[in-house]
């Protein structure tokens, strides 16, 4: 069959024979833009099923939104002149990851998560220009008075 498939120009999969596939078909546990595979080479596909229905018990539908936030997290960082150095975007990389975006859409909803996202940025920028910061917090003080 292998010989066949080769002379025809026709691609072959034998999850049985491993170095006659000519392709693999790895497990996949889809949520939302998230795509995640898992592969063992044809070693031992029982072991991938497995380890794909772990992956999937982890993944809850909730992560398809926690995805989309953190997409738009990534587009608004990128675009912001402020936050332009490698270390500014892996600070906000690493604070926007501290949050746990499942349980506060799931408690709060979306416009809160996205209120902390853009608190995520601000605060970023904050601490990016702790003098500009200190500035606006004493311009502001002198405006209330």
């Known amino acids: 069959m292998s010989a066949h498939c080769k002379r025809a ?7 049985d024979n491993p170095a006659l596939c000519d392709f693999i078909l790895p497990a996949t546990v889809k949520r939302g833009d998230l795509t995640i595979s898992v592969s063992s080479q044809g070693k031992a596909p029982f072991f ?3 380890t794909k229905r772990k992956i999937a018990g982890l993944i809850t539908p909730t992560t398809a939104a926690v995805m989309e936030l953190a997409g738009e997290f990534r587009r608004r960082l990128l675009s912001n002149a402020n936050l332009k150095s490698k270390q500014d975007k892996e600070r906000a ?3 926007f990851l501290s949050t746990d975006w499942e349980k506060l859409l799931e408690t709060q909803g979306r416009r809160k998560s996205y ?3 853009e608190n995520i940025l601000k ?3 904050e601490t990016q220009n702790p003098d500009a910061t200190k500035w606006k ?3 502001s003080r002198l405006e209330g008075e």
Request: proline share 0%; no cysteine.
């Open 48 to 50: 991938t099923k497995e």
């Open 115 to 117: 209120r902390r996202m």
């Open 9 to 15: 120009g026709i691609l072959l999969n034998a999850a």
């Open 93 to 95: 990389y690493t604070n």
């Open 123 to 125: 605060e970023t920028e």
């Open 137 to 139: 917090l004493r311009h």
